[in-house]
């Protein structure tokens, strides 16, 4: 796995790289077999409090 594969997607920086990585998610390939949705309730449900919908609309942009 190349380590920085998901910060090489736009709208997505380290900080969400690594919070994908703890769920999991660690290629673009996962990331899209997921999808923006999935993704980004498995980040919340680790991370209450640190996650807003700003996220979600990143992620489906990465997409």
Do not use: W
Not at 5 to 20: A, F, H, I, M, T
Not at 29 to 48: C, N, R, S, T
Request: proline content about 5%; cysteine-free.
């Amino acid at each position: 796995m190349q380590r920085f594969e998901l910060e090489s997607l736009k709208n997505l920086g380290p900080v969400s790289s690594r919070q994908l990585q703890a769920v999991g998610i660690e290629t673009i390939e996962q990331l899209e077999k997921a999808g923006p949705v999935k993704a980004f309730h498995l980040v919340a449900d680790l991370f209450p409090g640190e996650t807003s919908v700003t996220f979600l609309y990143a992620l489906q942009g990465a997409l």
